[in-house]
């Protein structure tokens, strides 16, 4: 009976489908490419799921006319109707949808709907069995639980029809995963439907494989997401815990990574949730350079990787739960690295950086003393060293003056290096110069009564390395006013045109033992 009953949903799809796809040609129902989202090239119809759901309700009414459903547990009005009836209220959503346009409230509204319509049908979520003593959930927690599982996974097969056969073909993988796991705890109700959403959308896909000639639509899509969360719910009743919670979510991966990523993505780029956009999984791949048939194939492999998975759960051991899921979890990570979201990339960087804020805390402290050091600063040298002790840690590489002013030829500057008579520079470990690096910052410089000195660069050999500290601390503590200061200082005091070193005018030798002040010293976390 199963086996006539995928065959002949096979078939009645494989005919509704061609069908379907003619007569909205005839009549002018097709979608035209008319936004940046859209990656098909003609125009296409998009009310493939006319075709499902005529089959499904055809194949249920046959197979229940002839009298088979009596002889199982499940009698049609107990599961077939109780299913497909809240589906149905899905589909026509979707219909109005592909026609006229529906907004993201009330399509969460229908939906939510029909969630609790299927919860007051008896599928929903009514205990937690990960829990000690399996405790039973009141309807004030399960129907919100119920709800929220139906319009994710609803919603989720929805966002990932953008490419020819994407959402079919993945649907098709965790169906046949549904299948083995009702035909292993003898669910013959529910195997009975999971075969014959199996064999509509096979049907189906004959037509909508790349390039497609009809499309699922959200008639289709909608349709699809739901009845897997519903068949999902149902079939939970039977199996033990980790079937029941466990295989679903894993079976469904795709569906359920790419709706993931994007609420995460759009809320962390402060988009609202619900537009549409460019970013999904298999735009992304597009955009690397896939082609579109490769891109589908591919999405596949991983599909079919998720539903193979999910089965290994099906073994009691608690190490081979613990694998699947770690590898489910590695997998995923690898996957939305190779993908270069700059959301999440940005994501890692924050993270990165609050595992190392006690570093950025202790440099940003010592950013704060420079103006106090410089204050008492005497000489050349002491004003690098200071400098350095506190940017190098930092991550900076050196520092370059600016001058407006150009100085004497024959002006000693030890220890900054004479890139030219206006121009000096130092830098701690090698001597490098300014067209060597790959990054600065720079601060104009202004002595007390307002008159340009210069400018003040902040060098780093490589951007890729990290930088430990916060850049608005340079501005808001004074730094470039303390440096402008020092500056106005070593054009009246420091340089020594004699050739003889520093001037001891009041600020010591240039070339003595250095003591620099304590309050400027490094904290050995730094």
């Not at 009845?227 to 719910?233: E, G, M, Q």
């Not at 609202?272 to 992304?284: G, N, T, V």
């Not at 204050?375 to 004003?383: I, K, N, R, V």
């Not at 002790?389 to 220890?415: H, I």
């Amino acid at each position: 009976m199963q086996a006539v009953a995928f065959v002949s949903a096979l078939l009645t799809s494989t005919v509704l489908t061609r069908w379907v796809r003619d007569f909205a040609l005839r009549r002018g129902w097709y979608a035209v490419p008319s936004s940046e989202r859209h990656v098909h090239t003609r125009p296409t119809p998009r009310i493939g799921g006319v075709a499902i759901f005529l089959t499904l309700w055809a194949t249920a009414l046959t197979a229940w006319l002839a009298g088979h459903f009596g002889r199982h547990e499940f009698f049609f009005p107990n599961l077939t109707f109780k299913v497909l009836g809240p589906a149905t209220i899905i589909f026509g959503l979707g219909l109005v949808d592909d026609f006229r346009g529906v907004s993201a409230r009330t399509k969460f509204a229908v939906q939510a709907g029909a969630a609790v319509v299927l919860f007051l049908n008896g599928f929903g979520i009514s205990r937690l069995s990960l829990l000690a003593g399996h405790p039973q959930l009141s309807w004030l927690v399960g129907l919100p639980l119920t709800i929220f599982w139906v319009l994710w996974i609803t919603n989720a097969f929805n966002l990932i029809d953008g490419l020819d056969g994407l959402a079919a073909g993945s649907a098709l993988f965790s169906t046949l995963v549904t299948c083995v796991v009702a035909l292993l705890f003898h669910n013959y109700g529910i195997l009975f439907l999971t075969l014959v959403l199996t064999g509509a959308i096979a049907g189906f896909l004959r037509y909508n494989f790349n390039p497609a000639s009809i499309f699922l639509g959200d008639c289709g899509s909608l349709l699809i997401g739901f009845l897997l969360s519903a068949l999902a719910l149902a079939g939970s009743t039977k199996a033990p815990t980790v079937v029941a919670v466990a295989i679903p979510i894993v079976s469904l991966g795709l569906p359920i990574l790419d709706v993931s990523v994007a609420i995460v993505r759009r809320f962390l780029s402060c988009k609202r949730l619900f537009d549409a956009d460019r970013e999904h999984i298999h735009h992304k791949l597009l955009g690397r350079g896939i082609s579109h048939l490769q891109a589908v194939l591919m999405l596949y492999g991983v599909s079919a990787c998720f539903g193979l998975l999910s089965l290994f759960l099906l073994h009691p051991a608690t190490t081979a739960v613990f694998l699947v899921l770690m590898l489910v979890g590695i997998g995923i990570w690898i996957g939305v690295q190779q993908l270069h979201y700059h959301e999440f990339l940005e994501l890692g960087r924050v993270a990165n950086r609050a595992l190392n804020q006690r570093h950025v805390i202790a440099n940003d402290i010592n950013v704060r003393r420079v103006p106090e050091a410089l204050g008492s600063c005497t000489s050349l040298p002491q004003f690098c060293q200071v400098l350095e002790q506190c940017l190098k840690p930092a991550g900076f590489d050196g520092f370059g003056l600016y001058l407006s002013s150009e100085l004497p030829a024959e002006t000693q500057v030890y220890p900054l290096t004479h890139l030219s008579r206006s121009k000096l520079s130092f830098f701690w470990d090698s001597p490098l110069s300014s067209l060597e690096t790959n990054w600065s910052l720079s601060f104009s410089l202004r002595n007390r009564q307002g008159e340009r000195l210069g400018s003040f660069t902040l060098y780093r050999k490589s951007a890729a390395s990290a930088l430990w500290m916060d850049l608005d601390v340079l501005t808001e503590t004074g730094f470039s006013e303390a440096i402008g200061t020092v500056v106005d200082k070593m054009q009246h005091s420091w340089f020594d045109t004699t050739g003889e070193g520093v001037k001891t005018s009041g600020f010591g030798s240039g070339v003595s033992a250095i003591r620099v002040p304590q309050s400027i010293a490094i904290p050995s976390s730094g």
